[in-house]
T-cell receptor, first 114, second 113 residues
Framework: DAGVTQSPTHLIKTRGQQVTLRCSPISGHKSVSWYQQVLGQGPQFIFQYYEKEERGRGNFPDRFSARQFPNYSSELNVNALLLGDSALYLC?????????????FGEGSRLTVL | AQSVTQPDIHITVSEGASLELRCNYSYGATPYLFWYVQSPGQGLQLLLKYFSGDTLVQGIKGFEAEFKRSQSSFNLRKPSVHWSDAAEYFCAVHNQAGTALIFGKGTTLSVSS
């Protein structure tokens, strides 16, 4: 079975631009979460979606938004990019329920902002 | 607020030697605890988890961890390290809402021959 897939794997943007990152969860998983991992740090929680509704949000500005589609895939959007947004963006899925339990991570999308 | 502390930023262990990575957590109730491993340029792979029950949990790749409530610790151990174990290790705890994992800053493990 396919794991969590993310696209693109790498991308370069300039300050002020907008970016959309995509994630497909493991088949049968209804919950998708997004994390930001800055170099040398642990992942930081951005969003959790379950059954297409936002269930949790981390301490990130409104420039960050996300959505989940009927097929449970998800997109993360970041507007007005800043240099500090350069990071590895990780998507994770879990089988379901309000408690995320064990998360299964994709390999991430590495965003570089110049 | 919940938090996770991994006191050791970088550890070097000789191949074949034993390993213990430390993790301390702050949480008001019975925590859900996790250890993940991340190889360079890769996503995170779950090594093991603790939800309840036996405080010594076994994971993949020969790893184990022991939950000690009195010490607020969840240390990761392996009796004999292999060169392929060199990676970044993250301890994590569920937030109280159950919507997210809170990660420590990680410990980088290097294995010397």
């Amino acid at each position: 079975d396919a794991g969590v897939t993310q696209s693109p794997t790498h991308l370069i943007k300039t300050r002020g631009q907008q970016v959309t990152l995509r994630c497909s969860p493991i088949s049968g998983h209804k919950s998708v979460s997004w994390y930001q991992q800055v170099l040398g740090q642990g992942p930081q929680f951005i969003f959790q979606y379950y059954e297409k509704e936002e269930r949790g949000r981390g301490n990130f500005p409104d420039r960050f938004s996300a959505r989940q589609f009927p097929n449970y895939s998800s997109e993360l959007n970041v507007n007005a990019l800043l240099l500090g947004d350069s990071a590895l963006y990780l998507c994770a899925s879990s089988p379901g329920g309000l408690r995320t339990g064990e998360l299964f991570f994709g390999e991430g999308s590495r965003l570089t902002v110049l | 607020a919940q938090s996770v502390t991994q006191p050791d930023i970088h550890i070097t262990v000789s191949e074949g030697a034993s390993l213990e990575l430390r993790c301390n957590y702050s949480y008001g109730a019975t925590p859900y605890l996790f250890w993940y491993v991340q190889s360079p340029g890769q996503g995170l792979q779950l090594l093991l988890k603790y939800f309840s029950g036996d405080t010594l949990v076994q994971g993949i790749k020969g790893f184990e961890a022991e939950f000690k409530r009195s010490q607020s610790s969840f240390n990761l151990r392996k009796p004999s390290v292999h060169w392929s174990d060199a990676a970044e290790y993250f301890c994590a705890v569920h937030n109280q809402a159950g919507t997210a994992l809170i990660f420590g800053k990680g410990t980088t493990l290097s294995v010397s021959s």
